[in-house]
């Protein structure tokens, strides 16, 4: 449940996501990322590596049990609703 989340677009507000990153468990540096604030309503089809559209929600809501195993994710966070699935 310790999702990041890569911007594509380029018209993003870089105040919401890190705009650098570095993954401490395989030190891979990212741009562009978020933590998923919303994974309890995080679609189940989508995997690692797969492009999808989102709009930012802050509607959505976040309580639900979630893994509290630890793995590095960017200090922001955002709550998403994915677009068409």
Do not use: H
Request: proline share 6%; charged share 20%.
């Amino acid at each position: 449940m310790n999702y990041t989340i890569k911007v594509l677009e380029e018209n993003i507000d870089t105040s919401l996501v890190a705009s650098q990153w570095t993954d401490e468990t395989t030190g891979k540096s990212y741009a562009n990322v978020f933590k998923l604030g919303s994974p309890c309503n995080f679609p189940e089809n989508i995997q690692q590596g797969d492009e999808f559209t989102f709009t930012i929600d802050d509607s959505v809501k976040k309580d639900c049990a979630v893994c509290m195993a630890f793995y590095p994710t960017p200090p922001k966070s955002l709550s998403i609703k994915v677009q068409g699935n």
